[in-house]
């Protein structure tokens, strides 16, 4: 079975895919705590740190409707916390609109927390989308080491990289199963059936754990992995990239 | 349930990234103890069955769905250090490669769903075991209420967290959080406990937190 659900579209060639994981995670990283520190009425600042993004995006080639459409997971928990704020918040000076209809105001102060929240994550999930969208996520967790992220967290994930796939296409089966007996289930006391689903699902992928850990022993696992290359050099590009987008989120959060 | 970035002021972040790190830290050394080289394996597998466990999406009501979170599952078959080190690793990944929750606010989706769902109710699992009968259903009661806490204390720890972020106020943020959660908790708890109870069945020497006389002791070889 085809799975593209991790890091789509991280193998196509363009100028941002070429560069260093490293010099990537930084970036955006940088860019995102940055946004998150701006306060909400420097409007221009969150303009800026757009039409960086827009810049990035364009360069990396990648197709519009994966970027904007991953884009929407926010949509969730900004529709359950947020989107209520303007008509709670009361201003403490006047200043609110008022829309006539049963006594419901808009506050200015419980907008600009609104918009506070809807720019900064909107913003921090491109942030993300386009590093997973640019970097394979094996190289990914070889930049983060590379970077000091003590090594048992990127060989856990690296395995569950490797696994997931397995056991994703292990869980479609059973789901297959299921579907073609009829299950239908459309109430919360359905939920049992996926219990059961799971539980199987854990003691196959639990009993593959332990042997794939006795192949490894086998093959003289010392609880080490060994074979991974050094620190990869950055190149010429690497460097104009960092020092054109950090002067400029730093100029536009500084002046601003 | 997964903060994204801007929704939770810099003080709560950094004092939950403090904690989230720590606790990481602290968790790495634990499992390190009880698993040995094994660590490294088993722990990458179970977390792809996290994973793909939150992909099987279970019925709420009528046609919506919510899906399962595992802390405490995980949290009663291997530990609370062990859970707590693997939704460190799903949350992350989840963070970086879905953008479902924000960077800034990864320490607070750990804090939230890794340390109170897995740490604090594995705690809460071992209380309520010591008051339930002590056998395999008094186990299950146990296992069911301290996953269905586990969903409620995590939503409402984040409606805290956006109260005193100043997000939302208390009195509005809480009772919305909360109620949404006692649902999904109730799918959460059917959930766990069938798991527990079809694992008990199978591989009873895979069940950490279950430790009565009538637990049957399997051997594979006699399998």
């Known amino acids: 079975m085809k799975h593209s659900f991790l890091d789509n579209y991280s193998d196509i060639s363009s100028v941002i895919h070429g560069l260093d994981p490293k010099v990537k995670i930084i970036a955006f990283f940088f860019l995102t705590v940055v946004c998150v520190s701006t306060p909400p009425s420097s409007y221009f600042s969150f303009g800026v740190y757009f039409v960086v993004l827009l810049g990035v995006l364009l360069l990396s080639r990648l197709p519009f409707h994966h970027v904007f459409g991953r884009s929407m997971v926010v949509i969730p928990f900004v529709l359950m916390v947020a989107v209520f704020i303007p008509f709670l918040k009361k201003d403490i000076i006047g200043g609110g609109y008022n829309l006539g209809i049963g006594g419901l105001t808009v506050s200015n102060s419980g907008l600009m927390v609104l918009w506070n929240v809807v720019v900064k994550s909107y913003i921090g999930v491109i942030c993300m989308i386009l590093l997973s969208s640019t970097v394979p996520f094996p190289k990914l967790l070889k930049g983060f080491e590379d970077l000091g992220l003590p090594k048992i967290f990127t060989t856990i994930a690296s395995f569950m990289y490797r696994y997931v796939f397995i056991i994703t296409d292990e869980a479609q089966r059973m789901k297959r199963a299921r579907d073609s007996r009829c299950f239908g289930g459309k109430w919360i006391w359905h939920s049992k059936v996926i219990g059961y689903m799971i539980g199987t699902l854990f003691i196959r992928s639990y009993e593959r754990g332990e042997r794939v850990y006795v192949a490894m022993l086998s093959r003289g696992f010392d609880g080490d992995l060994k074979g991974k290359e050094g620190v990869q050099r950055l190149k010429p590009g690497d460097y104009i990239f960092l020092s054109v987008l950090i002067p400029i989120v730093t100029g536009v959060r500084l002046m601003l | ?223």
């Open chain 2, 1 to 223: 349930m997964h903060v994204p970035d801007g929704f939770v002021s810099g003080g709560v972040n950094a004092i939950t990234y403090i904690i989230s790190g720590g606790v990481s830290v602290f968790a790495v050394r634990e499992a390190n103890k009880k698993l040995g080289d094994k660590q490294v394996p088993l722990l990458g597998v179970v977390a792809a069955f996290i994973f793909a466990a939150q992909m099987l999406n279970f019925p709420v009501a009528g046609g919506t769905s919510g899906h399962f979170l595992g802390a405490l599952l995980a949290a009663s078959l291997l530990g609370p250090w062990i859970s707590c080190l693997i939704m460190t690793v799903v949350l992350t990944i989840q963070c970086l490669l879905f953008a479902d929750g924000g960077l800034t606010a990864l320490g607070t989706n750990i804090f939230n769903m890794g340390i109170i769902g897995g740490v604090l109710c594995y705690y809460l699992l071992v209380a309520l075991k010591s008051i339930f009968p002590k056998n395999k259903g008094g186990y299950l009661i146990s296992v069911a209420i301290s996953s269905w806490m586990s969903v409620v204390l995590g939503a409402s720890a984040c409606a805290v967290e956006l109260a005193i972020s100043g997000t939302s106020p208390l009195s509005i943020v809480l009772p919305a959080m909360a109620s949404v959660h006692v649902l999904i908790g109730i799918g959460e708890a059917t959930i766990t406990t069938a798991v527990v109870g079809l694992v008990l069945n199978t591989r009873p020497d895979l069940v950490g937190t279950y430790s009565y006389p009538d637990a049957r002791t399997f051997n594979r070889m006699e399998a």
